[in-house]
């Protein structure tokens, strides 16, 4: 029997384009985050599509943070977190065979976006935003002294270090590559930091070039910083 020749296929879903469909409406409207939108019923009519159809469209929708889907109240806009990207990087690192290597990766975008950003710092962080990451490097000696890990108090000094930028997207993409580092060290059973003192000296070389306005010297404590945390994923 002769084979009709195969038709030119459509490689964008129904799901998909309903998915586009919701977020250009989101957009027109300028709905901000926590705004209802259309009762399914109302998406139908507009998109002309089924119920399941826009069902499908929302659940994939909700995945990404871009909706929020509260049963038995209505559907309103998400905060369009970085959840999705961290749950994304996190099964991708987890799933490579080569530990070290899939995570060396996830270190080397964030050394490069914080090694970039503190030259910044240094000409913008005043005395006050200094005081504070003094401090946490502080209660770090502490948590030494005690024999305690310090893991939350890293985390704050990063925060804290680009707050003065003004810029949200940074603390955001910064705290997704630490949670994704987290959840990995956890689901392999690395152990904390196995020289705490020598990280707690290199975050106070950060302070104290930031203090001196030594944008470069900034920048080389930074990347030392980052030679340290190398070095201990290549020891697990």
Not at 41 to 47: I, K, P, R, V, Y
Not at 69 to 74: A, P, Q
Not at 193 to 211: F, K, N, Q, Y
């Amino acid at each position: 029997m002769r084979r009709m020749p195969a038709q030119p296929r459509n490689t964008e879903s129904g799901t998909s384009r309903i998915r586009r469909a919701v977020v250009q409406l989101i957009l027109d409207r300028r709905l901000r985050p926590g705004a209802a939108l259309p009762t399914e019923a109302e998406l139908m009519e507009d998109l002309g599509v089924s119920r399941n159809s826009v069902r499908e469209a929302l659940k994939a929708l909700q995945a990404l943070d871009i909706v929020e889907i509260r049963h038995g109240y209505g559907t309103y806009v998400g905060e369009a977190s970085l959840t999705p990207l961290v749950d994304g990087l996190t099964f991708r690192t987890l799933a490579r065979h080569d530990d070290t290597g899939a995570l060396a990766e996830i270190l080397q975008v964030r050394e490069v976006l914080e090694e970039g950003l503190i030259r910044r710092i240094a000409g913008t962080a005043d005395e006050a935003e200094l005081d504070a990451l003094e401090a946490v490097v502080s209660r770090m000696e502490k948590a030494v002294r005690a024999g305690r890990p310090f893991p939350e108090l890293d985390r704050r000094f990063h925060e804290l270090l680009y707050a003065p930028l003004g810029n949200p997207l940074v603390p955001q993409l910064l705290g997704a590559f630490w949670t994704v580092f987290r959840r990995v060290a956890a689901a392999r059973g690395w152990k904390d930091d196995p020289r705490p003192e020598v990280t707690v000296r290199r975050h106070r070389d950060i302070v104290t070039a930031l203090r001196a306005r030594d944008a470069a010297g900034a920048q080389r404590a930074m990347e030392h910083h980052f030679r340290g945390i190398e070095a201990r994923t290549l020891t697990r």
